[in-house]
Nanobody, 124 residues
């Protein structure tokens, strides 16, 4: 099993920045990718950003491109999401997830391990 612990959420004004962290522990060997997913009230979950563990190939949903940066620290088994120029529409619960199965890193259903979620609220 892999355990994921997120931190870094909070309340910020529009235009501000936040940095989310997700630390993985347990049986982390063979990790293929990690991602950040978000779900706003009344909306379906979407893949905000994802990164492959070995080559650091990344994916961003169009609405966050140029504003969010996903990165990982292999030695610390940690993935980060730097969020800049935040907008009210970025308000959501952000979940970290990890997968060992190779494939399309955008596909949330292929992620086996999930964190508890952290609230990000952007005020206008």
């Amino acid at each position: 099993q892999v355990q994921l612990v997120e931190s870094g959420g909070g309340l910020v004004q529009a235009g501000g920045s936040l940095r989310l962290s997700c630390a993985a522990s347990g049986r982390t060997a063979g990790m293929y990718a990690m991602g950040w997913f978000r779900q706003a009230p009344g909306k379906s979950r979407e893949t905000a950003a994802a990164i492959t563990w070995t080559l650091a190939n990344t994916y961003y949903v169009a609405s966050v491109k140029g504003r969010f940066t996903i990165s990982r620290d292999v030695a610390k088994n940690t993935v980060y999401l730097q969020m800049n120029s935040l907008k009210p529409e970025d308000t959501a619960v952000y979940y970290c997830a990890a997968r060992k199965m190779p494939g399309d890193i955008r596909t949330s259903t292929d992620y086996d391990y999930w964190g508890q979620g952290t609230q990000v609220t952007v005020s206008s």
